[in-house]
């Protein structure tokens, strides 16, 4: 089993859903990394968490420390925001990475 | 402010061959992270190096080192080649430590090997 599960592996949405991506993980961490990675393999970076939840403009990350948990959640979304969305646990000093969701938002 | 740098984007090796790799961090960064990407195994963590020093190291093979130099600058080296490093290696800068900062990833270099 990987320590780190991501849910669904594919996704795919009408423009203007809302979307939610899930990251389980079974070690424990001292933060969370959640990722965008567009065709052509560019990677940004889109929230580091460690409690709580954080928002950027449409997308908001949440983590439940307890339950090993993390959602990534994209309001409103649109066909810009077809991308791998990747999870990552940071346990000890490495990142582990989930394989990643595939998001599909068509027009 | 520039972006991560890497060089080159593209490379083709043969089997047993070495490569070098190179990533010009954001000015100012002192992490360097590398990472190997790959349809089977998705992201893993190769190494990270801060003010020239590796701090971390992932589970490859002695084949895979790096350093870093006194302007940040990180070249990863893969030495006697075979047909499985073939990736997109992808380095990324942070100002701190990778894990609890946030990173700024390059482009990428893709090797084929043959």
């Known amino acids: 089993k990987n320590e780190v599960e991501q849910s669904p592996q594919n996704l795919t949405a009408q423009e203007g859903e809302f979307i939610t991506i899930n990251c389980s993980y079974s070690?424990?961490?001292?933060?969370l990394h959640w990722l965008q990675q567009h065709p052509g393999g560019g990677i940004v970076s889109l929230f580091m968490?460690?409690?709580g939840k954080k928002k950027h403009g449409r997308l908001i990350a949440t983590i439940n420390i307890q339950e090993k948990h993390s959602s990534l959640h994209i309001t409103a979304s649109h066909p810009r925001d077809s991308a791998v969305y990747i999870c990552?646990?940071?346990?000890?000093?490495?990142?582990?990475f989930g394989e990643g969701t595939q998001l599909t938002v068509n027009p | 402010k520039a972006g991560v740098t890497q060089t080159p984007r593209y490379l083709i090796k043969t089997r047993g061959q070495q490569v070098t790799l190179s990533c010009s961090p954001i000015?100012?960064?002192?992490?360097v992270s590398w990472y190997q990407q790959t349809p089977g195994q998705g992201l893993q963590f190769l190494f990270e190096?801060?003010?020239?020093?590796?701090?971390n190291k992932g589970n490859f093979p002695g084949r895979f080192s790096g350093r870093q130099f006194s302007n940040s600058r990180s070249e990863m080296n893969v030495s006697t080649l075979e047909l499985g490093d073939s990736a997109l290696y992808l380095c990324?800068?942070?100002?701190?430590?990778?894990?609890?900062?946030?990173?700024?990833f390059g482009p990428g270099t893709r090797l084929t090997v043959l």
């Open positions: 990324a800068s942070s100002l701190g430590t990778s894990g609890y900062n946030e990173q700024f």
């Open positions: 070690v424990g961490i001292s933060a």
């Open positions: 968490l460690s409690s």
């Open positions: 990552a646990v940071l346990s000890g000093s490495r990142l582990t």
């Open positions: 000015s100012g960064h002192r992490s």
């Open positions: 190096y801060f003010s020239e020093t590796q701090r």
